[in-house]
């Protein structure tokens, strides 16, 4: 059963039957058509030689169909995790050197330890530190910078910068340099790949091709891009005029790799790992949730932790760069059939194929196919809306995710997911800080209570009935001394506060001392605390506290009997009186 | 009326009569003579010169009587902020050189200009987050490492370090050394000053002298100490038997000072002035608000910034060490009568006049008499108790609690303080981030509902009532998601899942969108989605979005509401069937 767990391979594998491989092997032909150019291109985007991206994409694929627990994620480079690799790899090394190589690789190892540590300990919840806002305002703006950061290929000039405004500066100084039959690869391959992603599919359509294969048919576009622009470059020399090609590739499957062991190296990478792990590993949970849903499959968030870091070690050790699920891929994967994690596998053989055979034609392919299919993939990751949408929703959650955009943009991939970060929890703090407080009265007639200021409501001169909207902890502990304290101090003949807890969920021990306090300075007041409604895991904890040894009134189970026995006492006393 | 808010000294000055006059001078005579000895001893402990202590006892006395708003608070050097001042400049220069004087007068004049400026911008409530266990676990950890870095002037001997092991160790080493004057009056002034602590109260009350008369007189040991001490050093040449004496002290008032300018220096100093900013501050404002509680006042705790801030500021252009509010002075000054701030301004002409004329007397005390008031002092800020009693309420505040003293007795007050606060930060948004959920049922006959695992209730198996015990937010969102897909996973009937909602404060635009893929993913399962019991600022939010405008079930203001509509439509479908 345990071994079920941590080896999810055994819960298919099995009772793995003809159908299914015949499905996935289709996929996987589907899949690899599609990844040989991305992986090609998400290479050159970190700053990495072709092979690195082709490594990357074998073993790690094998062993996500061991580890891995989504039946139809397409794990290799993705867009957004090779951005940070080269970002993270930009004040080591130059790019495309034994060392920049080294770092890469060892990103990808230590992003692969970090995973399958996270997921043995469990601490998969730590992902969730990343808020929807920040996540999705860090992948547009990552989007746009990758989309920059390849115009230089497009124009065949020389270019550098790591944020936006870099890139542009960059562009524009060197813009004067453009290589005209560079330019006309680019705009050629732009214009065909945007053609194909939005023109082609009706076109096939109304040729008679059935829906699912002309979807198929539409992702094929690039490797197309890739043939043809290959063939025009390799006919008419174009290396020869300025147009600059992939180059030698080294052909042969990938050999074992050991990590660099130096320690510096280490701690300087240790950071940008970290985040490379946890984006990649966010990226890859919401995609196969997604896909695991409409199977009505599950996914194990701890376990895909293990299937990601051990992917990631078998890149690390086969010489290939930091993985993750891709989004566009599975689909595709999920679209074309694929039923279980050998489609993956059966990529991996197809990729290997293409490393052994495939290699030389490779050199005669322009840089500018290739960054022509990054920026038409980059494009869907950019979306603006998101801003719209969010702003309308939540001002702090805005805040956050506009944060994480403009300083992703204008500083750095890592300035700007930190800061999202850390603006996130630093927001939620606050709000929980100063909580919603409500004097609440009873709906006439009923046993309900209602804030006074939205409701008509009875109320009584005598008792005060203040419903607190928030746990209590240390950041409001204070505040809620002042907000009882200011209470009672306006209201003379006040006898009796109640305070009705139902949304009260934790008391940790700073809001207990203040709730003493408050009992204190009530009792010094003359004026009696009562709790309502408080919850069963809140009052097994404050049962054996001084608070209830010494509250100087009762606990109520609900707000009505609160509401009999308080204003029942004070009308008995006019009674007599 | 601004004015007043910025000025709480006008809301006394105005009034103020001979009655008033009389009982603050009276404490101030007082506080006077405790605060004598106690300046001097802090600047010994923070390694500064002696006079740095006295300058820091008049003019911020000055201005927190303008711009303060606690009517007993005594504000001036502090046994806490002495050991943090200590601990920050211990990297940048030898005690008591120039330059590390000038270190303690920007430290004040940064931790001024920092507590100003919260005050301005009424932040306030970042205060809130050093969590009461925290705090006590601090204040407890810097008692203990300040009673054993005062060993060494007891035993006559050079010993140093920053924390307890290096402190103990230094002392182990050096212990051969021991001076046998310098011991006799060490241990003559500790064993006389715990004496007056805890016998003397009764031997004068046993004498006829009036209760608070003896707790007063009690609290004049340390001067006794002083005097009885130099006088005996003066008249045997103590001096010359290799007793260590404080020394020649400038006489006269401090002059103006301007801080450093170096850049350099402020940066370094930066992290060190907010952790004293924010513990002072903390101090002072609970010493604040528990004695202003017990005559019915109030105090500002934005305005009180400001006032420490100034009285900061004061502390640092006129040669000063940072300053705080004390526990044990005020409450003396409280004890003795004091009804306003001027008893503060009083002292501060107290001090100026043992600066003026008591310096040369001061030249013969023994740094061992000031090392005894400082531990007897101290050992009342150490607080054992309280780790037992964390440790039955909550063992996440315990945890919190104890890094914050181990990392402060082994490491240092900065890294104590600081992991304490990220750990309770850490603690609760991990408590948060797991929340407690339960699955509710009817309280037969009622129109209550109660956890299933706790009470005995009815239920449908075509409706599962699942009551949410947390706010939605980015840190919980993905666990909401599995929580209700593994509830539906499990229950082939279902045909209705309502969200129970009451103690749902906020739904972020992470939990929005989880709310949204819940609500998709329950849509393709043929389950629909409800909510019941919504709170009001919640639902004003949720008005306008995507979730609403798709949701498959309904917003039920009540649960009994949606047992009622979702139960009947189950009976009368049987009905009908």
């Known amino acids: 059963m345990n071994l079920q767990r941590y080896l999810p391979i055994l819960n298919w594998l099995p009772a793995y039957g003809r159908g299914q491989a015949t499905s996935d092997l289709v996929a996987a032909i589907i899949v690899t058509v599609m990844l040989i150019p991305q992986s090609l291109a998400y290479a050159l985007l970190a700053g990495l030689p072709a092979q690195v991206g082709l490594y990357a994409s074998i073993l790690p694929l094998v062993v996500y169909a061991v580890f891995g627990t989504s039946r139809t994620l397409s794990v290799g480079p993705v867009a957004v995790a090779s951005l940070m690799t080269a970002a993270a790899l930009a004040p080591l090394a130059a790019s495309g050197t034994p060392e920049y190589v080294a770092g890469a690789i060892l990103l990808a190892i230590m992003s692969g330890l970090m995973l399958t540590a996270m997921g043995l300990l469990r601490l998969g919840f730590l992902a969730n530190f990343l808020s929807h806002p920040v996540i999705s305002g860090f992948i547009t703006a990552s989007g746009i910078v990758i989309a920059a ?29 453009t290589n005209l039959p560079t330019l006309a690869i680019g705009i ?3 214009l065909f790949l945007l053609f194909a992603r939005k023109r082609l599919r009706p076109i096939l359509s109304g040729l008679g091709v059935p829906g699912r294969m002309a979807d198929i048919l539409t992702k094929t576009a690039p490797i197309l891009a890739v043939l043809v622009t290959t063939l025009v470059a390799w006919q008419l020399h174009l290396g020869e005029s300025g147009v600059k090609l992939v180059g030698q590739v080294p052909s042969g499957l ?30 890859s949970v919401s995609v196969g949730q997604t896909l695991a849903a409409k199977r009505r499959q599950r996914i194990d968030p701890d376990q895909e932790l293990i299937g990601l870091g051990t992917a990631n070690l078998g890149a690390g050790l086969s010489g290939g760069m930091p993985v993750t699920g891709g989004f566009s891929r599975s689909v595709v994967n999920f679209d074309a059939g694929a039923e279980t994690p050998a489609a993956g596998a059966y990529t991996a053989v197809g990729i290997a194929l293409a490393t052994l055979f495939l290699t030389p034609a490779i050199a005669y392919l322009p840089k500018a196919t290739l960054a022509a299919t990054i920026i038409v993939a980059v494009i869907t990751l950019i979306d603006l809306p998101a801003l719209a949408r969010t702003w309308r929703y939540s001002r702090t959650d805005f805040g956050a995710m506009l944060a994480t955009i403009v300083l992703t943009l204008g500083h750095s991939v890592e300035a700007g997911i930190i800061s999202g970060v850390t603006l996130s929890i630093g927001l ?66 006040l006898k009796d506060l109640v305070l009705v807890c139902p949304a009260v969920n934790l008391v940790d021990a700073s809001a207990l001392e203040s709730l003493e306090a408050i009992n204190e300075r009530l009792r010094d007041a003359g004026v009696n605390l009562h709790l309502s409604e408080v919850k069963g895991p809140v009052m097994d904890r404050l049962k054996g506290t001084e608070l209830l040894a010494h509250l100087t009134g009762r606990v109520f189970l609900s707000t009505f009997e609160a509401w009999q026995m308080l204003i029942g006492q004070v009308r008995s006393l006019k009674e007599t009186a």
């Not at 990938?254 to 940008?272: G, H, I």
């Not at 046993?447 to 203040?466: G, S």
């Not at 909207?469 to 409001?476: K, M, P, R």
Request: hydrophobic residues 45%; negative net charge; glycine residues 6%.
């Open 254 to 283: 990938p050999e074992l790799t050991l990590p660099s062991m130096d320690w510096q190296l280490w701690q300087q990478l240790a950071v940008s790992a970290l985040l490379i792990s946890v984006v990649g590993f966010v990226e």
């Open 428 to 493: 939620f703090l606050f709000r929980t800080s100063r909580p919603h407080f409500a004097v609440v009265g009873r709906v006439p007639g009923t046993e309900h209570f209602r804030n006074v200021l939205r409701h008509d409501v009875e109320l009584c001169p005598k008792v005060t009935f203040l419903r607190v909207d928030e746990s209590l902890y240390f950041a409001n502990a204070r505040f809620l001394e002042e907000t009882v304290m200011d209470l009672v101090t306006g209201e003379p003949e």
């Open 188 to 190: 050629g391959a732009l």
């Open 149 to 177: 950061s390849q115009l230089k290929h497009i124009f065949g000039v020389e270019a550098s910068g790591h944020n936006l405004w870099e890139i542009i500066e960059s562009l524009v100084l060197s813009i004067g340099n």
